[in-house]
């Protein structure tokens, strides 16, 4: 085993980190294991975990019902070729996809990550307005302040300054942006919140293929929470203009904003939906773009006749083991009921943060808190604040925010709330 100093010694010399720097990189915690809702640290320091690992380890870590199903594939194949063959894992999980999410979504297309789901949801929709004879149909159009992942399709939807790929720019399609739904969630609706979207679609349905948002709460773009009215009203004005709706719902599928999708708070179908993340409760990266029959016989009736996308590790038997038992455990569960409870906690938790100078705004839905700062954070100092006070928060820009595994108990969370307020209290 290596030491905590050589591990981070070999790490400095060969490892790129998400979002981080070659040189002089800012610190990195060595981290031996993992259970519940406690990371290790190899110094052996315990964190309560805030993050859920990028909001997919929904049921904490070292789930036993998880890891048993692992061990069970594992010793009958951990991967076979999906062009092809089929198997068990991946035709119950499309089935029980097609059963759990929105109406009307019986198609799925396994992918490899989040942003592949949204490449994948990008393609379906073009491909499908060239088989229904609308070729010009082939821009996109979404809101500013949005997130849709890393890769090429993806960058180009994302909000063009907050999104973090501003570098690329040149080389991105150029996408259609309306402002960012404006009206919170809880708030009084106005339709005047979607007149100059409605304005945009209207004028360029023509060449406008499909709308690609994330439902009721943006996340990477800015942690905000909007009106599900925005929503039903996105979806008539799509159905109104033969554009296809696409709903990314990497971050918020599987009950984090308090309905097991985000867009049920708006009891909206959309023609595409992109699932990740918490997808086999964070074990592995699985992702699927799910569409309708009406989708997916349009794609396969035009040129060529196939969809034409097909990943090596298409539909990986333990990635698909691993959702179908993280969702048994999931809706086995209470789960609205512990994301209920969690909401209460983190609205009493958080709420000192309201009174701080330091603090624009304090928001919360499910089970997801946000404390928006004035200014940004210092990413080389703030990760050892929380780390000192035993817990594991990663904040962005002006961003503190977490998103709990679902089985954090009380007591937990209240620490996790302190530690947030102490930290947020000691910035300048
Ligand atoms: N869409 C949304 C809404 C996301 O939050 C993310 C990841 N942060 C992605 C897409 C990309 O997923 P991945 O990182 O698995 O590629």
Known sequence: MLTADALIALDRAHVFHPYSTFINPPPVFPVASARGVRITLSDGRELIDGMSSWWSVIHGYNAPAIN???????????????GGLTHEPAVLLAETLARITPPGLEAVFFADSGSVSVEVAIKMALQCQISR???AKRRLLTVRGGYHGD??????????????????TGSLSQQLFAPRPAVRFGEEW???????????????????AAVIVEPIVQGAGGMWFYHPAWLTALRALCDAHDVLLIADEIATGFGRSGKLFACEHSDVAPDILCLGKALTGGYMTLAATLTTRAVAES?????????????????????CRAALASIELLLAGDWQG??????????????????????????VLGAIGVVELKRPVDMRTIPEAFVSRGVWVRPFGRLVYVMP???????DLATLCRAIVEVVHALD
Do not use: W
């Open 68 to 82: 048993a199903a692992l061990h069970d594939q594992i010793e009958r194949m951990s991967h076979v070729m999906f």
């Open 133 to 135: 004879g609308k070729p």
């Open 151 to 168: 890769t090429f399709g993806a960058m180009a939807v994302c909000d063009p300054v907050t999104g973090m790929h501003s570098l690329f």
């Open 190 to 208: 106005s339709n005047a919140d979607i007149a100059e979207l409605a304005t945009l679609l209207v004028a360029q349905a023509d060449e406008i």
């Open 299 to 319: 794609i396969s009736s035009g040129e060529p006749g196939v969809f034409m996308h097909g990943p090596t590790f298409m539909a990986n038997p333990l990635a």
């Open 338 to 363: 512990r994301v209920a409870a969690i909401a209460r906690g983190l609205q009493a938790g958080l709420a000192p943060c309201r009174e701080l100078p330091q603090v624009a705004d304090v928001r």
């Open 405 to 411: 595994a679902y089985i954090m108990s009380p007591d």
